[in-house]
């Protein structure tokens, strides 16, 4: 019997990216965080959307801006209430598509963010008995590497993880198996089940 084999960990983001930037009021860079609101603005049939953020220290206010002067036929009539009304999947939605960033060349950070970690038995296929297999589930862009996730949240040193994947014990599957990669949806964490894996894998479990 293989089944049972196979885990899922859910990576689920418990605060927002912050920006760094000059804080005209503070005169040094500073960490804008993101405050959950939206700001519309509605001329006409146009319409500016801004992400508010606030100096962490000040609370000095910037807007980064989402939509600029677009015509409101391009906005979805549900989306622009969820404009309205801070909705939170939203602000979220925003907070992490790092190409807004880009796009107005700001610098934005994921190091702060913590993650809270959902583990769930998957009821996988037979894939080998011998192994017990962690996927990532995480739907959002993180800087988080896999030897920091197994230190974290198993309670190892991260020596001990150095070793056991040194020794084969632990892999990454994919074509580099390198545990400073950083995590990313889809990736599979493989632990051999040999007694010198014990207190991960009972840490898994
Ligand atoms: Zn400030």
Redesign the pocket.
Known sequence: MGYSNKYQWILVPENLPTVIRN?P??NEK?HFINSEKFRVNANKNNLDIWLIFQ?E??K?TWNMTIYDRINSFYIKKEEYEKFLANDRNLVKQYAFNLSLYTKIKAEVTLNNINYKLISEKLDAIYINEDELVIEMNCKYPMELRIDKLLCDKLLLSRSKIKSLHKSGLIFINDNKNCLTTKVKDGLELHVLKVTENGKLLKAII
Request: net charge positive; with cysteine; glycine share 0%.
């Open positions: 804080c009021k503070c500073m100096c220290k000040c000095s």
